[in-house]
């Protein structure tokens, strides 16, 4: 994921809010800062998938309260923006990618969680598919050739376990 271009946009978030006079809450910007933390340990040496975790749970937890305030105050158009922006930075690093957010996709029941994956090489669509079918997941490809998976919190954890175990043996 590229965790460092995630963070940098939603630090753009964080300056817009302010300049429109928005508080942005002591925890959201903890939260940016640990993150911003871990990533630069990226940088020194390579991350394991508990720090991955560690950094996908902050930035989720920042870009949750960001855009679900940004609806209140921006424009649709503005908050559009920022989420493609997002999407595209999440994407860019060209690795196996996971996302979670609590915010609203198409087909997806609200009471279930979701994750995004994008397919590598080393672990394709159909092998993706396969691992969310043996969790008790649901899922559908998307544009762009990403993998929408959704279901029970807990199986959603038990298929990231999975992939991360298949992806580290390979």
Request: proline share 3%; net charge neutral.
């Amino acid at each position: 994921m590229g965790y460092l271009a995630v963070w940098k946009v939603l630090e753009e978030i964080v300056v817009e809010f302010r300049k429109k006079g928005m508080a942005v809450p002591q925890h959201v910007m903890s939260d940016l800062k640990s993150a911003k933390v871990l990533i630069s340990l990226q940088d020194v040496k390579r991350i394991d998938s508990e720090t991955a975790a560690k950094i996908e749970q902050y930035l989720g937890n920042v870009e949750a309260y960001l855009i679900t305030a940004a609806q209140k105050a921006f424009s649709p158009e503005r908050v559009d923006t920022w989420l493609k922006r997002l999407e595209e930075a999440t994407y860019d690093a060209g690795e196996t990618c996971v996302k979670e957010a609590d915010s609203f996709i198409s087909g997806v029941p609200r009471d279930q969680k979701w994750i995004r994956v994008k397919p590598l090489d080393s672990m394709p669509l159909e092998k993706l598919k396969q691992i969310a079918e043996e969790s008790n997941l649901s899922c559908r490809v998307q544009e762009g050739g990403r993998l929408i998976v959704y279901g029970k919190a807990e199986d959603i954890q038990e298929f990231v376990k999975k992939m991360t175990a298949i992806a580290s043996r390979e």
